[in-house]
């Protein structure tokens, strides 16, 4: 599928200007091509992101690692949620096993997403209540919690919106953080940025980011509940995590999974 | 650089050695690899930061300005993605799509294994142009020559002598080659004369119109580059690009060395007071681009920045006297890049004829206009310089992977022993250079014509031939500043004027450039 530059969107958003204003939420504006049909609006106003951002417990190292948290936000004609869809970067490490003659290489190459963790909020349109979180609880395969079960900040808003998420290392994937005092704001967090997807969905797809992945659960944050994963399950690497999975006792475990 | 021969593409180059499109070419990386399945070493000269990083020159395909300042963007977005890159932020051109960036070569992807194992590296991303990927290098100028330095003719072996003798008509003999004692101290009125650039030839154009670019050691701001009121022409937008910053200014580029202040004043001098040492452009603007330190040596990086400046900038003649053996992907880049832009950029062949011998790199491209040296005499007198490159290229030993092949002269002019105003007497094809880039000067102030093509056209066209002279030594001949403005032919071209003996040199030199035999054993 051909996709807009992010400048070609924002080219196309200003001349259509068809925006769907969503009565006390941030103005959203037009969809991307990209963007499956039940979504009605997109945005990435930074002050609305950062109603829903998540609260993260981050060790010194992996912080270091962090290069930003991008978000985005979208309206479906489907759904009487607002879901908030928040994306990890983290720099790519010099593999020990790349160092390896011959298969060192071959070992190295399993950076799927090249370390991008997803974590997405559902709240209520209407009330602004969090409905669902599902993020990545273990190499790019779904955990799924309900409002009442995750663990929530009260911060930007009247009520407690941000989920409480530790970030597992090295791999960078999430747990559910239970002690609220132990995460920061992601926003806050020194030396990361914290900025739109939108700005950077071409640039990574055209970097293969989402190389392995199921584009439907990156573009559409409504589906990765029923999918469970954001892994395309044709891939390869699909093959490699779920081997992983298998392996989990050398990452101390995960979160239940959606669906494995 | 002409060549009317059939030459592959650098497509056609690839298949015809096994490789495939996605693959890095010879082009690119044969003077940065070490052959080998797991090792790689950088090349002589590569700029290297701590860690084991290189600077690395990273250009990205695109339709338009537009698209490749969009994969620009995604390029910075990837190489952020290291904790082992930083971006080079003042290299960054969106309309000529090319970054530069400190990075290990795994980030990079030019190791032999990351090609075999594929999709490792910004080099597998579908919009960088691969092929054009380039570790950054220090390049030096070949020092000007003097009348006490070498004037040896290249000895050949036995088994050499005997493959030329096969092939063709044996080895280049020296006899009609200008040597050291062929030269004498002349002021640069006499190279006017040479080229019929003189109102005693024909009427000068008015050339406060024309813009020439000296990327060169700098430009000092002399009085001789001052005009009739006294305020300087060497333009305020100067930039020294060997500097932190690219700072800008007349004082930016001084010229500590006086290679380029030579070049300027060949082109631009206005001298009322000794009109012997008066440059072919007298009105000109000048703008110095010091892409070379103050020794000489220049990277890769800088030269292809200062190139591409003058492109910004709207300069209608470039002057590049300088080159290195080993072909440069950026510079070609920046090239072409500047020619889009309505540049005519003018290049010394190179002063080594007894060693690496061919047209060298940039004069070897096709977006250049390559000129090679002869003595300070009229064109029908004048004698090729023993030291000056010739053609046609083979393609091969500058690690163009099959670029240059071909590549010849365009024209040769006076450049042996040749005083410019201020700045004394030098020798060698890069006071050549400037020589020819004047005589297109006073073209483009009388047409207005900056179309590389139809100016080389032209330039060939008119040239008068040099009978004692081979055309693989001087091209088409010297430029002939009033057969140019006049759109007068000479009667006799150069290659039916040779002199026997020129002839035979020329077919010897064609031998050694076409003979898959003879490369195996020079």
Redesign the interface.
């Known amino acids: 599928m051909t996709r807009l ?3 070609q969107f924002l080219t196309g958003a200003t001349a259509t200007a068809a925006t769907i204003a969503v009565p006390g939420l941030a103005s959203a504006a037009t969809p991307p091509d990209w963007s499956p049909d039940h979504i009605t609006s997109v945005g990435d106003d930074l002050a609305e992101l950062r109603k829903y951002e998540p609260y993260l417990d981050i060790a010194w190292t992996d912080q270091r ?1 962090l ?1 930003g948290i991008y978000g985005w936000y979208a309206d479906s004609e489907e759904h009487d949620t607002r879901a908030y869809y928040y994306w990890c ?1 983290y ?4 593999s020990l096993s ?1 160092s390896i ?2 298969f060192g ?2 070992l190295a ?1 399993d950076s799927h997403f ?1 370390d991008h963790e997803p974590a997405l909020v559902l709240a209520d349109r209407d009330t602004g209540e969090v409905q669902t979180v599902l993020y990545s609880g273990y190499h790019h395969f779904a955990v799924e919690l309900s409002g009442d079960e995750i663990t929530l900040v009260q911060d930007e808003t009247d009520q407690p919106t941000h989920p409480s998420l530790e970030v597992a290392s090295p791999h960078h994937h999430y747990r559910h953080q239970r002690d609220e005092t132990r995460g920061v704001p992601a926003h806050t967090i020194s030396g990361a940025e914290f900025g739109s997807f939108l700005d ?1 969905q ?3 797809e ?3 980011v989402f190389k392995s992945s199921n584009n439907t659960a990156i573009f559409d944050p409504y589906s990765v509940s029923e999918l469970g994963t954001w892994w395309d399950k044709s891939t390869i690497d699909y093959q490699f995590a779920r081997i992983r999975l298998l392996l989990n006792w050398r990452d101390q475990g995960h979160d239940e999974l959606v669906g494995e | 650089m002409t060549d009317d021969r059939p030459r592959q593409t650098r497509r056609e180059h690839l298949y015809s050695i096994g490789a495939g499109a996605s693959t890095l070419t010879l082009a690119s990386l044969a003077p940065t690899t070490d052959p080998g399945l797991l090792g790689w070493s950088a090349p002589d000269g590569a700029v290297s930061h701590s860690d084991d990083r290189f600077s690395w020159i990273i250009p990205v395909e695109g339709e338009d300005a537009s698209a490749r300042a969009d994969n620009l963007d995604a390029l910075e977005d990837e190489l952020g993605s290291y904790d082992t890159t930083s971006i080079l932020g003042d290299r960054r051109h969106d309309a000529a799509g090319t970054l530069s960036a400190v990075a290990p070569v795994d980030a990079i992807g030019a190791r032999t294994r990351d090609r075999l194992l594929g999709e490792r590296g910004i080099a597998a991303l579908e919009y960088i142009d691969t092929s054009g990927i380039e570790i950054n290098r220090t390049v030096t100028l070949a020092e000007p020559l003097t009348p006490e330095s070498s004037d040896a003719w290249q000895d050949f072996g036995a088994l050499e002598s005997t493959i030329l003798s096969a092939v063709g008509g044996g080895v280049p003999q020296p006899d009609g080659v200008a040597f050291d004692s062929d030269m004498e101290q002349t002021a640069m009125q006499a190279a006017r004369e040479a080229t019929a650039a003189t109102s005693a030839d024909t009427t000068l154009p008015d050339t406060s119109s024309v813009t020439v670019a000296v990327a060169d050691t700098g430009v000092t701001n002399a009085a001789y580059l001052d005009d009739a009121d006294g305020n300087s022409r060497l333009l305020a937008d100067s930039t020294n690009f060997t500097a932190d910053g690219d700072p800008t200014g007349r004082d930016a580029v001084a010229d500590g060395n006086g290679h380029g202040s030579w070049c300027a004043a060949c082109l631009a001098a206005r001298t009322p007071s000794d009109a012997t040492l008066e440059g072919f452009l007298p009105a000109a603007s000048v703008l110095g681009l010091k892409a070379l330190d103050d020794e000489g040596s220049g990277s890769l990086d800088n030269i292809a920045a200062a190139i591409r400046a003058a492109g910004d900038a709207g300069v209608d003649v470039l002057n590049l006297s300088l080159g290195s053996p080993q072909y440069s992907t950026s510079i070609a880049n920046a090239l072409e890049y500047a020619v889009s832009e309505g540049v005519i950029p003018v290049a010394a062949n190179g002063n080594d004829r007894q060693a690496t011998r061919w047209v060298s790199p940039p004069a070897s491209s096709e977006h250049t206009i390559a000129v090679g040296a002869t003595t300070v005499d009229p064109p029908s007198e004048a004698l090729s310089a023993y030291y000056s490159n010739i053609g046609p290229h083979n393609g091969v030993t500058d690690g163009s992977g099959g670029q240059t092949q071909g590549a010849m002269p365009d024209v040769a002019a006076p450049g042996c022993t040749l005083e410019a105003a201020g700045e004394g007497a030098k020798t060698g094809t890069s006071m050549a250079g400037p020589v020819a880039a004047g005589v297109i000067g006073l073209y483009v102030a009388d047409s207005g014509e900056t179309d590389l093509e139809t100016v080389r056209d032209e330039l060939q066209r008119t040239a008068e031939p040099i009978p004692k002279a081979a055309t693989e030594e001087v091209g088409h001949g010297m430029p002939n500043a009033a057969n140019l403005l006049a759109g007068t032919e000479p009667d006799e071209d150069q290659e039916s004027a040779e002199t026997d003996e020129a002839a035979a040199r020329g077919g010897a030199y064609d031998a050694m450039s076409g003979s898959w035999l003879f490369r195996q054993v020079s």
């Open positions: 530059s992010r400048r690692q290069i970067k720099s790519k490490q010099d790349d003659p011959v290489p071959l190459a090249q950077k071409s640039q990574w055209q970097n293969g």
